[in-house]
């Protein structure tokens, strides 16, 4: 897509609204030079009333035009009110074009509620928080009051369950049985790879042991843990009893809020590793049909069917593990409206405490990539319907959605979402997504966040990251959590949180 930019605005926020409506489309040398190519010109001018947007679009022969005009705003920056205003001129110039609206209007970031939840923070009431969203980023009304009420949700969360001393831990297993089409997580599959899962265990209990030393030496508070893969349960029982002993060893399981082991693919669970879960403290695990169609499944490359899954979820039922969380996928390649609410619909009945919805996201690392799918229609085929038809049926099955987050690329748009039983929210996904304690992360990939949430001098969060190395064989030669703990420790009397009540 060709663009022409006059004025003072960031070039990405303006390519990312352009890929609501031309999805896929490129910004490089080649685009410039395709006649062919779609071409959107901005002029964004100071007039003395505030700031002016006009913009033009043109495609397939078609033009538009919009102009919009932002007051100036008591308490707004001018890169917000030009934000604001070329997003209402581009949206209002190319959904004319193209006769469509996007359902998330001008919100283009990774969480959708997070305008939501500063004006609730701001004491706005939630009818206005709602009308702000749809009247001012164009949101349509659905998903204005979706968002307000994951934001009002992860308030409750967030209120009830913050201090300054509260911290989580992430451990990554990034080895799966074999690999999903759709998926770029790294993960090892081939036997070679996972014949290092031995020497990887000792690794990781070996930085397990510092980083959980640490945290009880600062006097930190340990509030959740979370297993995630990859897939957790290709551990032999032995092995997780292993990991699982370790960490009952090195941190008080029973006095955690929530402790996740993410398991995930149906193949790989049995009865004896939910009872080695169950015996060492996991509260919440992952059974993940992401679709209950047999032919979805082998498209994707999924390696199970649904009948494996069913077998795997009647395992983590009968294990008396707290809470079960099922992650399905909206709009995979062959999925349609029938077969998607039919998979839904037995889900629904087997009431896991928590529903994961994702929306299909091709990434660029993923084998699916090039096989062709709906990812690039504008409307994202059946996937509007089927999202629209989680969040109807969950409600009225008594969910809350409580957690949601975009990708790019994803089709359609769409959002996940996460729905939850109340008291069964995985709270891990909350502090996360909401960054309002640290997570200290160990394992191939894994990436701490060390956390101010409310600064002692006022102003936005700080934040820090460490990484560790993304693949596993580069983990294994790894030596720096001895300086990754080195450096929490210089944060936390930086920001003088240890001092803090
Ligand atoms: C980190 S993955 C690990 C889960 C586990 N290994 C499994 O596959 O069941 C977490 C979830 O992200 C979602 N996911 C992964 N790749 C995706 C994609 N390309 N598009 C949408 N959702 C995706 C799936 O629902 C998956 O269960
Ligand atoms: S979707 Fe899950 S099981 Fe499949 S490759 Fe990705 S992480 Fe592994």
């Excluded at 029973?254 to 996991?282: H, N, Q």
Aim: hydrophobic share 35%; proline share 4%; net charge neutral.
């Amino acid at each position: 897509m060709k663009l022409i930019l006059n004025g003072e605005i960031n070039i990405y926020y303006v390519q990312t609204l352009c890929m609501i409506f031309f999805p896929g489309c490129k910004f490089g040398e080649e685009a410039q030079q395709d006649e062919n190519a779609p071409m959107l010109s901005l002029t964004l001018t100071d007039t003395e009333e505030g700031l002016s947007a006009s913009v033009t679009v043109s495609a397939d022969g078609k033009t538009a035009s919009a102009v919009r005009v932002r007051p100036v705003k008591e308490g707004e920056s001018r890169d917000k009110r030009a934000k604001m205003v070329c997003g209402s001129a581009i949206i209002a110039a190319c959904g004319e074009l193209l006769g469509y609206r996007p359902s998330w209007g001008m919100l283009t970031g990774v969480r959708p509620s997070k305008v939501a939840t500063e004006l609730l923070q701001a004491g706005v009431s939630k009818t206005r928080v709602k009308r702000t969203l749809s009247g001012e980023y164009l949101v349509i009304p659905k998903k204005a009051a979706l968002a307000t009420d994951v934001a009002l949700n992860e308030q409750k969360i967030i209120e009830h369950h913050f201090s300054p001393k509260d911290c989580s831990v992430y451990i990554s297993i990034p080895f799966c049985p074999t690999k999903c089409s759709y998926c770029s997580f790294v993960s090892y599959t081939s036997d070679k790879l996972l014949a290092l899962i031995p020497e990887y265990l000792q690794h990781l209990i070996a930085d397990l042991e510092k980083t959980f030393a640490r945290i009880r030496s600062l006097g930190l508070r340990l509030r959740t843990v979370y297993i995630g893969g990859g897939t957790p349960t290709i551990l032999t029982a032995d092995q997780l009893r292993l990991l699982l002993g370790k960490i009952a060893e090195l941190t008080d399981v029973t006095a955690l809020e929530e402790y996740t082991l993410e398991s995930g693919r149906p193949d790989t669970i049995t009865a004896e590793k939910f009872a080695v879960a169950k015996e060492y403290g996991v509260t919440r695990v992952c059974v993940n049909p992401q679709s209950l169609c047999d032919e979805v499944l082998k498209g994707i490359g999924r390696s199970h069917t649904a009948q494996d899954f069913l077998r795997a979820f009647e395992i983590a039922r009968e294990s008396g593990i707290h809470s079960i969380n099922t992650d399905l996928i909206v709009g995979l390649p062959g999925d349609t409206f029938k077969t998607f609410s039919k998979s839904f619909d037995s889900i629904l009945e087997l009431r896991p405490e928590n529903i994961t919805v994702h929306t299909f996201c091709v990434k660029k690392a993923a084998d699916i990539l090039h096989q062709g799918s709906q990812i690039y229609s504008l409307r994202g085929g059946d996937a509007g319907k089927c999202v629209d038809y989680t969040q109807l049926k969950t409600q009225e099955a008594g969910y809350l959605p409580y957690y949601m987050y975009r990708q790019k690329n994803t089709v359609g748009n769409f959002e996940n979402v996460g729905f939850s039983l109340e008291g069964h929210e995985c709270l891990y996904n909350v502090y996360m997504m909401e960054e309002i304690h640290s997570i200290f992360a160990v394992g191939a990939g894994a990436v701490s966040k060390m956390v101010d949430y409310r600064p002692i001098e006022g102003g936005k969060p700080v934040i820090e990251r460490l990484f560790y190395p993304k693949y596993p064989y580069e983990y294994l030669r790894d030596e720096s959590t001895d300086e990754k703990i080195a450096a929490m420790e210089a944060f936390y009397q930086r920001q003088k949180l240890l001092e803090r009540e």
